[in-house]
């Protein structure tokens, strides 16, 4: 009805509603699919739904291992947030970036960007980001076989968890992630 309307801000942002109810189920293609019409249509969306459209798409293909795409499209978002100062998404999009360079084993640039993303994400409340983040510099320091940093690393999440007393929900519990970590630090140990 929307696109029958010409309501083109409507129809995209039900088209990114849509994009994100099938990357919860993990219909990939569908997601895919639905983040591109929403950024078809990307005159009329703001700047938060463009970027999580890019951030969506880059997502997926981590997930399939197209590892130089999904780089392009997390860039794609992260031009978007800092054209806009939004300095949560610069953070979370450095941290992403750096996730790539993870999944790559390229671990001194991953540090890079996870170091660019922890100094910039202290500064704001996205507690979640910085647990996160936290987390992923101990994977980086695991893959450089320096225990010792991966262990400070865990522990830096541990007190934010403690200090913030953060509750953990359906959408945010990243206890699994960090006892997996403690696991393989031990065991390196």
Partial sequence: L???????????????????????????????????KALSASDSLDHRTKINCYNGLALIKRERGDFDNAEQ?????YDIA????????????????????????NYDSALF???????IIKKTT????????????AKVYMGKNNVKYSFAYLDSAMAVIKNKKIVFNDFFNPMDE????????????
């Fill in 126 to 137: 996205e507690f979640e980001n910085e647990i996160e983040t936290y987390t992923n510099l």
């Fill in 73 to 77: 499209d997390f860039r794609m978002a």
């Fill in 178 to 189: 960090i006892n997996r970590q403690y696991a393989l630090a031990y065991a390196h140990k």
């Fill in 2 to 36: 929307y696109g029958k309307h010409a309501k083109h801000r409507a129809e995209a942002l039900c088209f990114f509603q849509i994009a994100l109810i099938q990357h919860k189920a993990e219909n990939f293609v569908e997601a895919g699919e639905f983040y591109k």
């Fill in 82 to 105: 800092k054209a806009e100062n939004d300095t949560p998404w610069i953070a979370i999009l450095l941290g992403n970036i750096g996730s790539i360079h993870l999944k790559e084993e």
């Fill in 113 to 119: 960007y996870y170091d660019a993303n922890l100094n």
